[in-house]
Every structure is written in C-alpha cells, then in structure tokens.
C-alpha cells in the first residue's frame, strides 16, 4: 500500500485512481453521489475527515473522493500550527489541501480561535497585551497565508455556554480569561482584514431542539450577532454543527427552527450545517430498525434545514462510522446502554452505505435550488 507521503505526493500532480479502484471492487457506489445531488440544488456537500486515514484505508479514501466536494480536517487548528510561540508550521495543512485540490475539492478551515484547542503556551503570556497581540498574529497570519484558497474559516469555535455564570453567555475559554469578550471581535477583523473575501463563520451547537436550553442559546447566538453589527464586526456566516441526538428528537419543531433560520436569515447571514451526525443512543438494538431510526433523523432535520435558502452548505463530521467522535467511545455521553458500536454515519465501519446515506440523498434532492455557489 502506498505510504502517506506517497498519497499525498501523487496528488499534487494528478488524481490519485488507487484508492477509487480499491473502493468499487469492494462495494459497487451508491447511486446517486451526494456531492452531485447537493451541486444541482446549488448546495455544496463536504465531509470532516482524519488525514492519517487517507493512507491507511483505501475505501474510506475511495468514499471521501467520490461523495465529498469540500473536506475539513483538525490539522488547521492552533494548536497543531504553532507548538511554540515562535514557530508556525503550515505544512501539514498544505498537504492536505493540496490533496483536496487535486480532487476537486474546496478546503474549510477549522478553527481558528476554539478554547479547547488553544496552544498550551498561550495560557502562560504574561499579559491582556500579550495575548491580543498572539491572536492578532496567528489569525492574520493564517488567514494571509491561505488567502483565496478556503471556502470558509471558523473564525471562532463554541464561544457560547450559558452555564459558564456570566450575563452575555459566553464560555468561560482561555481567551476570555486573558483577553475578555473583545476577543471575538479582534478575531474576526482580524481575519476580514488578512484576507477580505474570506467566508468568515462563527460555529456552534445546541440550536435544533425546541427545549429551554435551546432557546436560550439560540437568544444568545443571535445577541451575538447583533453586537457584531452594532460594532461593525463583519461575520458572513453561522455555522450549525448539528450534532442531532437521536433520543431526543421528539422535542425538534419544525416551525421553532425554521423561525431561528429565518432569523439568522434576516441578518444577512448564509448558514451552514457544519458537522451533522447523530448520536443513535436510546434506538433499537436490532441495526435494521437502528438504521431507519437514523436515516429518518437525518431526513426531518434536513427537510427544515434546506427548506431555507439561506443553507448553502452540508458538511458530515465524518463519513463511515470508523471516523466519528461517537464512535470513538472518548465521549460517555454518546454511549449506547446496550453497549453497542453506535451507527451514526452514512456508511458502515466497512465503508457500506446505509439507510442514511439515501435519507441525506433524499432531503438534498428535494432542497429547493439555490443559485451556483461562487
């Protein structure tokens, strides 16, 4: 099998057909291809992936070439780019996007400021004056160095937890602490500023149920945004992870959510699904019924998502289910009580489509057509 290097290597100058072949002789494609389906709806369907497992799993690679038109990866994220407060390393990322490229695919950026992937050195600068002067520095430097060539940055990842005890609702991070609330704002122009056609996002979760929790972030999401505009912070985007947990689907409404969609809407705002999956604990034992459970989950939040014009881009956080947070067992919350590997994605840990692959092909056909995205 052809080392990493070698994968990526071939890329820069052609397709690379291996892991494609691999992909059909094992499992003949679903029809139809998710990227395709999205494309003629003018939407743009991506998935998260984990570079090291482009080298090792050919099917898992074959799959991401052949649905994904838009990958994003955690190699883009601080604390993997700067080990050091004096080193920067864009390396790893260029490989990988230059690998994308070599697909035919668009390349998002994925996080520029998130708390839980800040550089350990950052908590040590001596002062306020320190650290707004290291996130000045590594946003514009990135956002310059990657100048035209993303679809999109996380600008800032999950600023918000309303039990963190503080009246504006933002996290308590290591960039509040050092920095205070202005963080978000010197982030963002930071980044206009380095690169001024960059789709710039701000990305979040905990927005789809129709429960208290819920509406209080969506309040403060939007309290959010509003600030933003009244201190003439530019922000082109809110990125809804969607993280769907299956158990609790019975309190999704429709109307509630398609009202927040239209109020983000309303701000001028395009809006992207940015990390869909579904937890399936508290669904049937049995894979058959597990499955439709799923599928059917994917499909009644996809069909109020892409019913709004302002959606323009569906990204899975990961593809098969051996690429998934949900499966990795680091996160008791999305156990099974039956002890069970979770199927959260659209294709099996064998790289097999499942129902969800054809609910998400379904709701992406039936989205009404947006003009071709730029």
């Known amino acids: 099998m052809p080392s990493r290097r070698d994968l990526l290597l071939a890329s820069v100058s052609g397709a690379v057909a291996w892991p494609l072949a691999a992909a059909a002789a094992t499992e003949p494609a679903p029809v139809p291809v998710l990227r395709d389906i999205a494309a003629a709806r003018g939407l743009l369907y991506g998935t998260y992936v984990r570079a ?6 050919p099917v898992y690679t074959g799959l991401v070439i052949r649905e994904a038109a838009l990958i994003v990866c955690s190699c883009t994220q601080w604390r993997n780019l700067a080990p050091t407060p004096t080193t920067t390393d864009f390396s790893g990322v260029e490989r990988v996007y230059r ?37 000045e520095d590594h946003v514009s430097a990135t956002c310059r160095h990657f100048a035209g060539r993303f679809q999109s940055w996380d600008v800032v990842n999950e600023a918000i937890k309303l039990g963190d005890g503080r009246a504006d609702g933002l996290r308590r991070t290591v960039f509040l602490d050092k920095i205070g609330p202005e963080y978000l704002d010197i982030a963002f122009r930071a980044a206009r500023a380095a690169d001024p056609k960059l789709r710039l996002v701000y990305n979040d ?94 499909r009644r939040y996809l069909d109020v998502a892409l019913a709004s014009p302002a959606v323009t881009t569906v990204i899975n956080w990961g593809l098969t289910d051996r690429n998934s947070w949900i499966t990795s067992g680091h996160s ?4 099974r009580a039956d002890g069970l590997p979770p199927r959260p994605l659209p294709f099996d840990v064998d790289g097999r489509p499942k129902p969800a692959l054809a609910a998400i092909a379904a709701a992406l056909k039936n989205a009404p057509r947006r003009p071709p995205q730029g």
């Not at 035919?104 to 306020?128: I, K, N, V």
């Not at 008791?332 to 156990?335: E, F, G």
């Open 205 to 298: 979760f905990g927005m789809e149920l129709d429960i208290p929790a819920h509406h209080d972030k969506r309040r403060a999401v939007l309290a959010l945004i509003d600030g933003f505009r009244q201190r003439s912070v530019p922000i082109d985007a809110i990125g809804l992870q969607s993280h769907l947990i299956l158990a609790l689907m019975d309190r999704f409404t429709p109307r509630v959510f398609s009202e927040y969609l239209a109020e983000l809407a309303g701000r001028g705002l395009q809006i992207m699904l940015t990390e869909l999956d579904v937890v399936d604990r508290g669904a049937p034992s049995a894979i058959p019924a597990r499955d439709a459970a799923v599928a059917d989950c994917y």
């Open 332 to 335: 008791p919350d999305a156990a």
């Open 99 to 135: 690998w994308a490229r070599a697909h035919g695919m668009e390349y998002r950026g994925h996080a520029l400021l998130w708390g839980e992937a800040a550089p350990p050195w950052f908590a040590a600068l001596p002062d306020r004056a320190a650290a707004v002067r290291a996130v």
């Open 52 to 57: 090291e497992m482009l080298d090792k799993d």
